[in-house]
Structures are given as C-alpha cells and as structure tokens.
C-alpha cells in the first residue's frame, strides 16, 4: 500500500458527495443513541481496521447495546447489539433515500427505537431535502471508497503521532461525519466567554481555547484534500507567522485563518510525514506562542511525560 496515495478530489466527488449523506445519517444515529460527551467529543466516528464505527451506543429494547460499522472492505453497513444479534446490507449502489430506509427498517429489526431530530443533511447544498427523500445521491465506486478509508488510516496514525506531543487536554482523534473531516484537538484549559448569541454547538465545542489540526478531502470551496490547523479564538497577527515547509500558506476562511498544507504536496515530499509533521508542529507553535499557552509545560516528546523514561539509556540494562 503507496503512503498517501493520490486521492483528487474530482476523481471520486459522486462517491464522496453520497458517503457524507450515508455517513451523516448514521452520526445523526449516534447523535441521538450516545451519551453526550463535553466537546461533543460523542458525535465523531473513530476507525476500524475495516472501516469506521460509532462505537457502542444505546440501548436496545433488551437493554443491549448497539454499534454501527461502515466495512469499507467489504461494503456494507453492519449493525451489531450486545445480545450477539446483526444486521447488514451492502452499500453499492444505494441511494440516500434508501439507505436511510434500510438502515432504520434494520435498526426497528433489531429492537432499537431511535429517532433522528432532523434528518436531513448539516451544512450541506440541499440541506432542505429530506434524507427520505434524496434519490439523486446514489454514486458509489467500491474501489474509490476504499481509498478514502486508507488515506483516512494513513492520516489517522499522522494524526496520533502529532497527538502523542501533548501531555495536556486533548480530544481523540476522530472522524466528524458533518464536515467529513479527521481531527485532533489540544486545548490550554482556558474558558473562552462567549456572547448569549452564539449558537449552542458552537459554544460547547469552543467553550475552551483550541489548537485542532486535521485532514479533509476538499469541498467545493476549496477542491482538493489538505491538511490544515487552526486556532479559536484567533489571536491577532496569526496569519503573519511562518509556517514549514515554506510552500504551507495561511488561507482566509469563515472570518478566520487556516493553516494550510496540500495533500499533494505532502505526499510527494522526500518524507511525507516528516513534512506533515513540521507542518502541524508550525501551526501549533504560531498559535500557543501568541496566545500564551504554557508550551513548556505540556510537551510530550515522544509521547513520554515520566522523566526517568526520558532519560539517557547508558547505565541500564
């Protein structure tokens, strides 16, 4: 398997455009079913060796739990519960508005009565529409998909490594189904006073000062898959610090600054995670220089914190 393959985004923009409706579908499902977490940190999937999951959730009727599996090997959904029972259908070929049938029809099956609060699409151009009701979104090519899911593993570890610098407050990383991207959060502790008018999502997920850094596929806004980082709230002069390598760029965005590294750029390096990991390590520094974050004291180098680990070896068996 190539590290970081090439993924364009216009080579697999159906298949994508439908798996973020099927996959906002089951998140909404577990939005619903899980119990909530501070930061939302109960909404993302988390990976599998064969896909995502949205961990067990629930309960059942019987009181069991239940789990949602996306085997993006094999390509179907699998619904599993405590009590050892299944269900599963194959994902080819379906439109939204039918998985969104099979899925509920498989769930009632299996004794779980869960309801979506709004069941259509968060964010996206026909957010209006229904999930019931979308019969346009059907394109799914098995072999594209399954090359969204090993760059998603690719990145993931990336994403784990870059976290294991941190001894401080930090989210998993996981996969957000509303912006179909995988991220991780590390946070200074320090509460951010939000006026009365901003939305309750967004006071939850910034309720605390944030560095999170990430990977998305493109959109249409900006049609290509990068990595990014950014910082909330924004300290002023963010976008005039240097960031590695030199081709990285600060990009205006929903009133803020992105950090910016191109996934092409990335995987075609001399040493692509180096390169990443430089990248990630810039955005942060730029951010919690300027914002005062105590750096010193929360570094984890090499993901040890115990002083004696960090010590030189000589001397030891």
Known sequence: MELFPPVPYESWRD???????????????????????????NVPFHLTGRGLTT?????????????IDFDLVSHRLV?????????????????????HRRLMSALAGLG??????????????????????????????PAKVTRYWQVLSQVNLVLEQYAGQWSGKASPVHHFWHTFDIAVTRFSERVVEQPSTVDPVTREAYSREVIS???????????????????????????????????????????????????????????????????LGSAFRAGAVLADWDIARDACPGGVTDPVAMAPASGRD
Not at 57 to 66: C, P
């Open 213 to 279: 850094a990430g990977f998305w596929f493109g959109d249409s806004r900006f049609p290509a898959p990068a990595f990014y980082s950014y910082t909330a709230p924004e300290p002023a002069g963010l976008a005039d610090q240097p960031l590695a390598p030199d081709s990285a760029r600060w990009l205006a965005r929903d009133g803020g600054h992105l950090a910016v590294l191109d996934y092409e750029t990335a995987r075609t390096a001399a040493s692509p995670i180096d390169t990443v990991q430089a990248f």
């Open 112 to 141: 779980v009565s869960v309801s979506i609060a709004l069941p259509h699409p968060f964010d996206l151009p026909d957010a209006g529409r229904p999930f019931a009701e979308d019969h346009e979104h059907r394109g799914y090519e």
């Open 79 to 99: 619904i599993t519960t405590g009590d050892g029972s299944e269900a599963s259908f194959a994902l080819p070929g379906l439109s939204v508005a039918e998985f």
């Open 15 to 41: 298949s994508k455009e439908t798996l973020h409706r099927f996959t906002q579908v089951v998140g909404k499902v577990r939005l619903a079913a899980a119990p909530r977490r501070n930061h939302w940190w």
């Open 55 to 67: 961990r067990p959730m629930g309960l059942t009727d019987k009181g069991a739990f239940f789990c």
